[in-house]
Every structure is written in structure tokens, then in C-alpha cells.
């Protein structure tokens, strides 16, 4: 048992942080709007920076806008245990989503700073840049550039829908920082998010001990047949795209059923061409969305999903081509962070099931070059990205204190004089 078993941290506290943050870019609907790089995000940014100055933190920024805060360790070569998570919103954001992983961070250092403790590696809160991709593609910029999975430059480059770019954008509030933006050592990462999905609350536990994120593969189908007239062509002499399309889509739903719970798939977008009503489609691009955590049953998925295109492609005298746009790959949390996140929740009481995280969160870039592990609070209906978006404050002390057990139980033993 930890010599600091008994610490807990100010739920009260959190909570209060939490909603003054969200009057900033509050919307009429209690939600938040807070976009990555405008004038609110500035505020936000500036807020959060006053509070970790005010505790003593040392702030830095790197090239990309991220925000660090350290918590000073009794040795100052060690690397960082680290919890971060990000302040920007979607345009109909909610009041946790993001927010919650970093001001519970923030709660963590205060904690330990009210009690007196000295950790022996630094301990420190990142805030990272743009995670929601609403208003600058793709999403996760901010920790997807420190890992070095993007291109600093590219990403400056990036125009939001007005055209302005992000590297502009970052030099207009203030926050295009004097720290490169590269990966360093860390001792390990955690990141506390609410669920965003209906589980942990059906279920009526309190925390998620997360084992890692869903990988997901996305793909452009698309079909060719013949334009033909809807009234005077035959069924039977039709090459008609739909007439894949239909089994193949009824077909994908089964092959997710086949490896339930876990597995999806989903159509977010279909496009015929030339896109007539009373015209039988040359040409129909289906967006295809497959995801499972395991990394071996989402590689069966996709061949099943390949084997029924092609079948059903074949049987109708239809050309077929598969375009596979993006294959992000399963994401393992570290055994040693997944372990000290399921023994706080265990020492701590609460209930908590294992489980993955159905979205990406900058965990999954994170995890990518240091030990890193995440913990899931419920949010009520599952609800997020959406103005409602609620969690209950015991829910989110009960979360904050997990990072805190965990954090400590990562801090490296004090070197033997
Ligand atoms: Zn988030």
C-alpha cells in the first residue's frame, strides 16, 4: 500500500473548475463552444495557464500550441508522469469532454500541493492542441505532431473553412510556442475522459480501466455499372450499382454482429453519380467505417468485407474497386498503466469494468512513444460532442482520484543513498 492511501482529492474544487472554464464560450444551450485557435480557445488557454502559475507550475509551449505544466520533482532528470488531455470543443460542445482530463490534472497537483507532497519524478499537465478536428483536419493534431505521426510544417499549412491557417492562427493567440514540438521521455501518461458512450452508466460502475483504443479502417467503395433510364430499362438488364450495394451493406452489418460487442460498421455517406432521380447510377462511392479493438478480428473483418464486395460485385456484372483511405492501427495501453489504473480503482473502491475506447482520444498518439493508459467516468445517455453533455460530479472526483493513485503509483521509488 502507498504511503499515500488515504490522500483523496477536492471533488468540490474540480467541479467548480470545471464550470468556470465552460462559461467560456458558453452556449444559450449550456454547452460549450470553444474551437481549437479562436479568441475563445485563447481565453480558455490563458485560464487554465493563470491557474497553473498560481500553483506554482512552471508553463511551457511548444511549436504547436501545446500547453505543459510542471509539478517540480525531488529529481528534476527524471521524466515526467504526465496527465493531459485537451480545452478545445466541438461547435456544439459540452462542458467535459476534453476539459475534464486536463482541469483533472490540475486538481492532482493541487492536491498534492495542499498536502505537502514532494513526488520524486515531475509531474506535469499537457494540454493539447485542436484534439477535435472541427475546426482544423484531421483531429489530434496537437499530440499526432509532438509523436511525430504528423508534419509541423503540413499542418501550419492547414486552412479552417474561412482560410485561415492553423500556424497563423497559433501565432494570432499567442501560443505558437518556443519549445519544439517533439516527443520527450516520459515515466508514463494517463488520460481521464468521460465515456461519451452509454456503458459504464448501464452498467452503474464509475470507472472504465481502459486496455487500449479501437483501431478502425476506412475505406471508399466504389461501384461502376451503366446509367440507364428508371422507366423504359428492365430490371433484369440493368447494371445497376445499388444492387451490390444493398447486400453488401446488409452483409457488412452482420459481419459486425458476428464479432459483437465490439465490432462496427457504418455508412456515413453515399454518393451516386450522376445523381439523378429518375436515372440508375453509373458510378456509387459508399464511405465504409469498420472498427474493433482486437487487432486480429478487425483483419478478418476487413477480408470478409473484401471477399462480400467482390462476391456480390461479381454476381451483378458490376466493376469494383476498394480504396482503403485510412487504417488506424489497434492501440495496446501499457500493461504497467493499465495495471496501476485498475489497482487505484481497486485500493479506492469503486466499481469499474475493463473496457476500450470506441473514439480516438491523443492517448492513442501518446501511446505511441511513452507507457500510457486511460480511465473512462459514465456521462449521462452516453452523450457527447452534444450542448447536453453531463457527468455527475461524484463520477468525475471518483475519475480524478484514479489519475491521482495512478500517477503516484508510476512515481519512480526514491534512489537508494
Ligand atoms: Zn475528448
Redesign the pocket.
Known amino acids: 500500500m502507498s504511503a499515500h492511501a488515504s490522500l483523496r482529492v477536492d471533488g468540490e474544487r474540480l467541479w467548480r473548475s470545471l464550470m468556470e472554464m465552460a462559461r467560456i464560450g458558453a452556449t444559450e444551450k449550456g454547452g460549450c463552444n470553444r474551437q481549437a485557435l479562436t479568441d475563445e480557445d485563447r481565453e480558455g488557454r490563458d485560464l487554465f495557464v493563470t491557474w497553473c502559475q498560481q500553483l506554482g507550475c512552471e508553463v511551457s509551449v511548444d511549436a504547436i500550441g501545446n500547453i505543459f505544466a510542471r509539478r517540480a520533482g525531488r529529481d528534476g532528470s527524471l521524466p515526467p508522469v504526465l496527465a493531459g488531455?485537451?480545452l478545445d470543443t466541438q461547435p456544439t460542445g459540452g462542458k467535459f469532454?476534453?476539459v475534464y482530463?486536463v482541469l483533472a490534472g490540475l486538481e492532482v497537483l493541487r492536491t498534492l500541493q495542499d498536502a505537502g507532497i514532494e513526488t520524486e519524478a515531475p509531474f506535469e499537465i499537457a494540454a493539447w492542441t485542436n484534439?477535435?478536428g472541427s475546426r482544423f483536419n484531421p483531429a489530434m493534431i496537437g499530440s499526432g505532431v509532438w509523436a511525430g505521426v504528423m508534419d509541423l510544417d503540413k499542418v501550419y499549412a492547414t486552412t479552417d473553412k474561412a482560410g485561415k491557417t492553423m500556424g497563423g492562427e497559433l501565432e494570432r493567440i499567442g501560443y505558437k510556442g518556443e519549445l519544439p514540438a517533439a516527443a520527450r521521455p516520459l515515466t508514463a501518461a494517463f488520460e481521464v475522459?468521460i465515456e461519451?458512450g452509454p456503458i459504464l452508466e448501464k452498467e452503474g460502475l464509475q470507472i472504465g480501466v481502459l486496455s487500449g483504443i479501437q483501431g478502425l479502417r476506412w475505406y471508399d467503395l466504389v461501384i461502376d455499372g451503366d446509367a440507364c433510364h428508371a422507366g423504359p430499362t428492365p430490371m433484369e438488364s440493368r447494371r445497376d450499382p445499388f444492387m451490390a450495394a444493398a447486400p453488401i451493406i446488409q452483409g457488412c452489418y452482420d459481419i459486425a454482429a458476428a464479432h459483437a460487442p465490439w465490432g462496427r460498421a457504418t455508412f456515413g455517406d453515399i454518393r451516386a453519380e450522376p445523381g439523378s432521380r429518375n436515372t440508375v447510377p453509373e458510378r456509387l462511392v459508399v464511405n465504409v467505417d469498420l472498427r474493433h479493438p482486437d487487432a486480429g478480428v478487425l483483419d478478418r473483418m476487413d477480408a470478409e468485407f473484401r471477399e462480400l464486395a467482390a462476391r456480390e460485385c461479381a454476381r451483378h456484372g458490376l466493376e469494383l474497386r476498394v480504396d482503403e483511405l485510412w487504417h488506424m492501427p489497434v492501440t495496446r495501453f501499457a500493461p504497467q498503466c493499465v495495471q496501476a489504473v485498475r489497482a487505484a480503482t481497486d485500493m479506492l473502491g469503486y466499481g469499474s469494468m475493463e473496457m476500450v475506447s470506441g473514439?480516438g482520444?491523443?492517448s492513442l498518439y501518446i501511446a505511441t512513444v511513452a507507457p500510457t493508459g486511460m480511465i473512462f467516468v459514465p456521462c449521462e445517455n452516453g452523450i457527447s460532442h452534444n450542448e447536453s453533455e453531463n457527468a455527475k460530479p461524484e463520477d468525475l472526483e471518483a475519475g480524478c482520484n484514479v489519475l491521482l493513485h495512478a500517477m503516484l503509483a508510476m512515481d519512480p521509488a526514491p534512489a537508494a543513498s
Do not use: N, V
Open positions: 488531455s485537451h469532454d476534453g482530463g484534439e477535435e475522459h461519451q473514439a482520444h491523443d
